[in-house]
């Protein structure tokens, strides 16, 4: 570790184990971040954790460990709305990523267009206070106006106790919306627990409302190999098989205490979605439709 790195936080294994679970050809990684490198996209000035460097050739050596093809990749709240690592790790990737950016609410069409270009297909709402100093529904929802001319979907990320505050805020979302996470249920709660009945609510509320069906390593505090959220999770899977992505969620952003293997998380996928063809809609044809429409 060089100086440079010294007293930054380390969340994820440089040593991953190889996945029992092949995924399929094509599958795609549907939720992961860059951290830097610092010295060429420096963190932001409100950065509620500052992570060691953890570029695209360390996400592409990820993916091909796992046997993945491709990466969606969500700028993360440490770079604040300066989308350039992740726009430098989509352009490095050969046509292999694209990405969610965070936007300036006052973002014009011109700056739109720019991110269009360089692989961005949505925007992320964070809701989080320990990761954003403020989230402006308003604002928010001018945005969300903003980039349906192009294709665009919305990110939201939040926690359960906040869903039924943002309800009325999701509703009035003129363009897809998918939520990170599933907006993280206690998932010892049961498949049919407060948390997840809540969501599937949500879910019913509009037939384009997806959600990722990922962080097993945040959710289910038992830990590997993740039984509760496995049993939580398959049914919402098997219910819901058009509006479900997938992602490692690699470098893990503040999971220091606790550092998921990536190789335990992918073999959760064919215990929450057990069939050739659900594996094909979570990792390919879900995706795909979303981030690569063009190759559909
Ligand atoms: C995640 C989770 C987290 C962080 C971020 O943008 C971020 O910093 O998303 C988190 O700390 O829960 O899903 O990537």
Wanted: proline fraction near 9%; charged fraction near 25%; include cysteine.
């Amino acid at each position: 570790m060089s100086d440079e790195q010294a007293g930054r936080i380390l969340s994820w294994t440089n040593d991953p184990s190889k996945p029992g679970f092949t995924p399929l050809p094509g599958a795609i990684d549907a939720h992961c971040h860059v951290f830097g490198p610092m010295a060429q996209f420096p963190f932001s000035a409100k950065a509620k954790y500052l992570p060691r460097d953890a570029g695209a050739e360390a996400l592409f050596a990820l993916r091909d460990h796992l046997g993945f093809s491709r990466n969606v990749i969500v700028q993360a709240s440490c770079h604040g709305i300066d989308n350039a690592a992740t726009l430098h790790a989509i352009a490095a990737s050969g046509g292999r990523a694209r990405g969610v950016a965070v936007v300036d609410p006052a973002i014009g069409d011109a700056e739109l267009d720019r991110l269009h270009a360089g692989g961005m297909r949505g925007v992320r709402f964070n809701f989080l206070k320990r990761l954003v100093d403020d989230a402006p529904k308003d604002k928010f929802i001018a945005v969300s106006q903003r980039i349906a001319r192009l294709g665009w979907h919305v990110v939201v990320y939040f926690e359960a106790d906040i869903l039924e505050e943002l309800r009325p805020f999701l509703a009035a979302i003129p363009v897809p919306v998918v939520i990170d996470h599933m907006g993280r249920p206690d998932v010892s709660q049961g498949p049919e627990g407060a948390d997840m009945r809540a969501f599937r609510a949500l879910l019913d509320s509009r037939d384009d409302i997806w959600t990722k069906v990922t962080c097993p390593d945040r959710l289910d505090p038992k830990g590997a190999p993740y039984d509760d959220f496995v049993r939580a999770v398959r049914p919402l899977v098997a219910d819901y098989p058009d509006r479900i992505l997938w992602g490692t969620d690699w470098p893990h952003p503040n999971m220091q205490d606790d550092i998921p293997d990536d190789g335990a998380l992918v073999d959760v996928i064919p215990r929450i979605a057990p069939t050739p063809e659900l594996q094909r809609k979570l990792l390919v044809d879900n995706p795909m439709r979303l981030y690569w429409p063009e190759e559909m």
